[in-house]
């Protein structure tokens, strides 16, 4: 009778012990949420985060709170994640830019030092002048910058990010000898492409609806291999450089060692939202697709992308020792 009471007993501690951890499970989040973005206001991942968090603000009944940390490619707002409390209440939305950032830097590496939540969305990334650049395809701005070596210069928001290895790949397979200039982020880039400081820029489409709706800027091709309803009436770049691809995309990641039913919870409120027809609408209004995938998803996905980045980095000299290329 003891042993029969004594098991009695024992189940209901691990049956109040489930319901404690259920419900400590349903309640998040319990407070606001900060959302680290690696850019200044008007980026593209700053434009595709806020309308994610303002989703998932009025889904959860809690604010998330944007928190812009630009500067150093992204490793300071990599630092402050990686500092933050493993709880669910720090999250961060990376990009290919920062995955080759802490490549290059081996510290706070995407694949491994923090916790996959979901890949958010994906975008192309579009090569623009000036409008008052003489060039109104990519051939044309091709056999422009043959024709003034040394003499033009392109922008990017990073030494080594996504933005710098476009217009440094087109300049390898173009041939070309345009000069790079490094910016703290996009904005100021595109301020100085409209006025004239610098020739060109490869920034992902979010970042450009206010100044392509000005005619500031004109687009000469963007980065998929095939045209893109998010970029309408604008070719692919392949179409002049055969081949030649490159795509965007927008992670949602949470600090190393954040439980695995907080990040169950965040991916499931996320996947959520991004499969909202309203969300669908907003972010394609700003040139990106939703995603929405699982963490396991996710961290393949960061661990191949870790793998291809990587190989081109150590074959750049970038990183493994080498001298760095220019």
Known sequence: ???????????????????AATAAQSEYPVRPIRLVIANMPGAAPDTVGRLVGAALSELWGQQVVVDNRPGATGLIAAETVA????????????TMTQLI???????????????????????????????QTPVSTMSEWIAYAKARPGQLSYGSAGQWGSSHLCMHSINAIAGLDVLHVPYKGS??????????????????APSLPAFTQGGRVKMLGITYRKPSKLVPGVPPVSHTLPGFELLGWYGLQAPGGTPAHVVERINAGLVKVLRTP?????????????????????????????????????????????????
């Open 101 to 131: 950032a802490t490549l290059q830097a081996q510290k706070h590496m995407l694949a491994k030092d923090f916790t996959a939540v979901s890949l958010v969305a994906s975008t192309p990334f579009v090569i623009v002048v000036g409008a």
């Open 187 to 204: 904005v100021t880039v595109l301020t100085d492409i409209v006025g004239g400081r610098i020739q060109a820029y490869c920034p992902a």
């Open 83 to 94: 500092r933050a409390a493993p709880d669910g209440y720090t999250l961060w939305l990376p």
């Open 278 to 326: 309203e969300m669908g609408e907003k972010l394609h209004a700003v040139g990106a697709n939703p995603v929405g995938s699982s963490p396991k998803e996710f961290a393949t996905f960061l661990r191949s992308e870790t793998e291809r980045w990587g190989k081109v980095l150590r074959e750049g000299g970038v990183i493994g020792g080498a001298k760095p290329k220019p």
């Open 1 to 19: 009778m003891r042993t029969f009471a004594a098991c009695a007993f024992a189940g209901m501690l691990l049956a109040a012990a489930a319901a």
